[in-house]
């Protein structure tokens, strides 16, 4: 069966500070992934997506970054994290067939920036 | 460009009493529609979706919901609440691109929190 991780569960960053989330999913190949942001009273919002390894769409401009360099890895980076930057980070994987549309997500992040 | 709606960020029923989450879509081509629960501080699992043919829904937990293409909503129903169903719930509506296929982007409802008494 497939499962998908992400570490840190949680992490507390210094303005100014660089930022790596790792989301990685086993049990199956050339998924679909995906980065959401939850923010206090702001939703879920997607943040990018990959249907490949190095390819990566950004869905807003922000301070983030993404890249996937394996097929089933997926990271989200920051190089100056901002207070803005706040919130509960998660990833997602959809099989990369045609039809299957269903997201499955992961456990999250929680990130607080001071 | 989709969007979704949900009406009522907070719901409150008793145990036993039915629930009923309301969601609003607003899509140019028919969509796929899905709904999505969430505990504290725990990633969002799935309860159903609506991508093709039958209108009415079953998911998990005795939960289902109906598409109503005239009305453009997807309301969640669940006849008898449960202590256990408290948690923030999720509308969303997946992109679907030329020839129906989709990259699986899911536009989000700004999430019903549902409280249940006992």
């Known amino acids: 069966s497939q499962t998908i991780h992400q570490w840190p569960a949680t992490l507390v960053q210094p303005v100014g500070s660089p930022l790596s989330l790792e989301c990685t999913v086993e049990?199956?190949?050339?998924?679909?992934l995906y980065w959401y942001r939850q923010a206090a009273g702001r939703g879920l919002q997607l943040l990018f997506y990959?249907?490949?390894?190095?390819?990566i769409s950004s869905e807003v401009p922000q301070n983030l970054s993404a890249s996937r360099p394996q097929d089933r890895q997926f990271i989200l980076s920051s190089k100056k994290l901002l207070l803005s930057d706040s919130g509960f980070y998660l990833c997602?994987?959809?099989?990369?067939?045609?039809?299957?549309?269903?997201?499955?997500f992961g456990p999250g992040t929680r990130l607080l920036v001071l | 460009a989709q969007s979704v709606t949900q009406l009522g960020s907070h719901v409150s029923v008793s145990e036993g009493a039915l629930v009923l989450l309301r969601c609003n879509y607003s899509s140019s081509v028919p969509p796929y529609l899905f709904w999505y629960v969430q505990y504290p501080n725990q990633g969002l699992q799935l309860l159903l979706k609506y991508t093709t043919g039958a209108t009415l829904v079953k998911g998990i937990n005795g939960f289902e919901a109906e598409f109503k293409k005239s009305e453009t909503s997807f309301h969640l129903t669940k006849p008898s609440a449960h202590m256990s169903d408290a948690a923030e719930y999720f509308c969303a509506v997946s992109d679907k691109g030329a020839g129906g296929t989709s990259y699986g982007k899911l536009t989000f409802g700004q999430g019903t929190i549902l409280t249940v008494h006992p």
């Open positions: 990959s249907v490949g390894i190095g390819q």
């Open positions: 997602a994987w959809r099989p990369g067939l045609a039809g299957i549309e269903t997201q499955y």
């Open positions: 049990g199956t190949s050339n998924p679909n």
